[in-house]
T-cell receptor
Framework: IAGITQAPTSQILAAGRRMTLRCTQD?????MYWYRQDLGLGLRLIHY???????GKGEVPDGYSVSRANTDDFPLTLASAVPSQTSVYFC????????????FGPGTRLTVL | GQNMDQPTEMTATEGAIVQINCTYQ??????LFWYQQHAGEAPTFLSY??LDGLEEKGRFSSFLSRSKGYSYLLLKELQMKDSASYLC??????????WGAGTKLIIKP
């Protein structure tokens, strides 16, 4: 059982390029989340999905989009990357929005130049 | 607005006890979480409190006072492997987690 996986592990991207970060979980969790983590700041929620077919905006959604076509996958797309999007991105899931625990993927380290 | 506050860094000695505090002001309250994050790794779940009082789990305990907007994580019998960042988070009225910036705990032999 893999749990929750993310790809790529790291990426260097030129500003203006489009990029999709992948996230897959095999725990049949209903809720999934995308966070970014920057030094000195807490994890900040970008987008979330409480169940397949639905998505919602978090604290910092601008410049990012998500889709949730099925239970397992929750890709995050940067339409036109900017240097301020340099960060570590974590995908997480929980059995439901009211669940007691979020399980985190290993993260993607993204650098936008 | 929403605000989470925890110390940036703490240092403790192997075998000792350390208490990491977290204060919060959020839109609604549906539970408080503590996570551990080793450098370069993902956060992992430690504890969940929704009612006032102390929850004990092995060497780790977590306390909550909702009226004071306050929680602490107590780590006993510190081991070198406990060197990590400790993140507190509150689930707000929208069932989203609001995270503190984390407390980096340094354990010295």
């Amino acid at each position: 059982i893999a749990g929750i996986t993310q790809a790529p592990t790291s990426q260097i991207l030129a500003a203006g390029r489009r990029m999709t970060l992948r996230c897959t979980q095999d725990m049949r969790h209903n809720a999934m989340y995308w966070y970014r983590q920057d030094l000195g700041l807490g994890l900040r929620l970008i987008h979330y999905s409480n169940t397949a077919g639905t998505t919602g905006k978090g604290e910092v959604p601008d410049g990012y989009s998500v889709s949730r076509a099925n239970t397992d996958d929750f890709p995050l797309t940067l339409a036109s990357a900017v240097p301020s999007q340099t960060s570590v991105y974590f995908c997480a899931s929980s059995d439901r929005a009211e669940g007691h625990e979020q399980f985190f993927g290993p993260g993607t380290r993204l650098t936008v130049l | 607005g929403q605000n989470m506050d925890q110390p940036t860094e703490m240092t403790a000695t192997e075998g000792a006890i350390v208490q990491i505090n977290c204060t919060y002001q959020t839109s609604g309250f549906n539970g408080l979480f503590w996570y551990q994050q080793h450098a370069g790794e993902a956060p992992t779940f430690l504890s969940y409190n929704v009612l006032d009082g102390l929850e004990e789990k092995g060497r780790f305990s977590s306390f909550l006072s909702r009226s004071k907007g306050y929680s602490y994580l107590l780590l006993k019998e510190l081991q070198m492997k406990d060197s990590a960042s400790y993140l507190c988070a509150v689930r707000d009225s929208n069932y989203q987690l609001i995270w503190g910036a984390g407390t980096k705990l340094i354990i010295k032999p």
